[in-house]
């Protein structure tokens, strides 16, 4: 399976952005999909995750009420929709694929390549 996320770019503080990740290969409705993020010198940190057999959601603390991850089994796309940005939020955004619910990197074992989000003050 191969993930290619899309959509980073440079904002300004307040604007919003919307990242995907398209999966080519199979996602099973036991599989869950992933946003990390990582800034140099930092652990990649869990952003958001789904369930693609539910849709069910789950956010980090720092993001809940801005950011919204969602997918389109359709077209096998995993997407964040981030709002509200602040600078703190700048850092490379991963799509992953894990077999479990986990907030941590190795609950999944397929990666993106990453996209870079810049936020302005």
């Known amino acids: 399976v191969q993930l290619q996320a899309s959509g980073g770019g440079l904002v300004q503080a307040g604007d919003s952005l919307t990242l995907s990740c398209a999966v080519s290969?199979?996602?099973?409705?036991?599989?869950?999909m992933g946003w990390f993020r990582q800034v140099p010198g930092k652990e990649r940190e869990f952003v958001a995750a789904v369930r693609w057999g539910t849709g069910a959601a789950y956010y980090a603390d720092f993001v809940k009420g801005r950011f919204t991850i969602s997918r389109d089994s359709a077209k096998n796309t995993v997407y964040l929709q981030m709002n509200s940005l602040k600078p703190e939020d700048t850092a490379v955004y991963y799509c992953?694929?894990?077999?479990?619910?986990?907030?941590?990197?190795?609950?999944?074992?397929?990666w993106g390549q990453g996209t870079l989000v810049t936020v302005s003050s």
């Open positions: 290969g199979r996602i099973f409705s036991s599989n869950v």
């Open positions: 992953a694929r894990g077999v479990s619910l986990g907030t941590l990197p190795k609950s999944y074992n397929s």
